[in-house]
């Protein structure tokens, strides 16, 4: 089994449609990220969690929302999918000591 | 967050070594030099990490300059596997710690 777990892997969606998309980390480490990723670019920060109680915004918050139910899940929520919003998304985890960190697979959402 | 430059992109024929350079010149005494490669359609994975020492591990090897704003990841054989995208990340390990991808440099094994 995966360390990381997204789900879907895949997602199509119209505008102004609520999606949640799900990460699940069986490492038991106590951080957890979701990362946006455009066609040619880098990973960009969406939001993360340093455990159960905290959440944090990242470099691209705006038009997300996450909730970490568990130390080992942590979704992230659409409330109003638009097309600009079209991308790969990871989840990731790490411990406190922030040495490697784990990928998920990546959900491809596309939005019409 | 101190940012990173890296070539966008870079050949290497099979079998032979690899060095991928990364420029750090705004790099502060708490930062970790991290690198990680996306390969096509996965998701990105750790391949090293070090602070001031040169680093190896049986993926690659990771040197680093003396005043610490160059380093250089190694792949000591490039294999077909190996083609992907690198990704140089500066991880300060006060505050939140988090790994900013720049664009990364994507390497192509020749045949």
């Known amino acids: 089994d995966a360390d990381v777990t997204q789900t879907p892997r895949n997602r199509i969606t119209k505008t102004g449609k609520r999606i949640m998309l799900e990460c699940s980390q069986t490492?038991?480490?106590?951080?957890m990220y979701w990362y946006r990723q455009d066609p040619g670019l880098g990973l960009r920060l969406i939001y993360y969690?340093?455990?159960?109680?905290?959440?944090n915004k990242g470099e691209i918050s705006d038009g997300y929302s996450v909730s970490r139910q568990a130390q080992a899940k942590f979704s992230l929520s659409l409330e109003s999918a638009i097309p600009n919003q079209t991308a790969l998304y990871f989840c990731a985890t790490s411990d406190h000591r922030n040495t490697e960190a784990f990928f998920g697979q990546g959900t491809r959402l596309t939005v019409v | 967050d101190a940012k990173t430059t890296q070539p966008n992109s870079m050949e290497s024929n099979e079998e032979e070594p690899v060095h991928l350079p990364c420029n750090h010149s705004t790099i502060s005494g708490t930062d970790y030099i991290h690198w990680y490669r996306q390969l096509p359609s996965q998701g990105p994975e750790y391949v090293i990490h070090?602070?001031?020492s040169n680093v190896n591990n049986r993926m690659a090897s990771l040197a680093i300059a003396e005043d610490r704003k160059s380093s250089t990841l190694i792949l000591h054989r490039a294999t077909l596997r190996d083609a992907a995208v690198y990704y140089c990340?500066?991880?300060?390990?006060?505050?939140?710690?988090?790994?900013?991808f720049g664009t990364g440099t994507r390497l192509t094994v020749i045949p």
């Open positions: 490492k038991g480490h106590d951080r």
């Open positions: 070090g602070l001031t």
């Open positions: 969690s340093f455990d159960v109680k905290d959440i």
């Open positions: 990340i500066l991880r300060d390990v006060t505050g939140a710690n988090n790994l900013f």
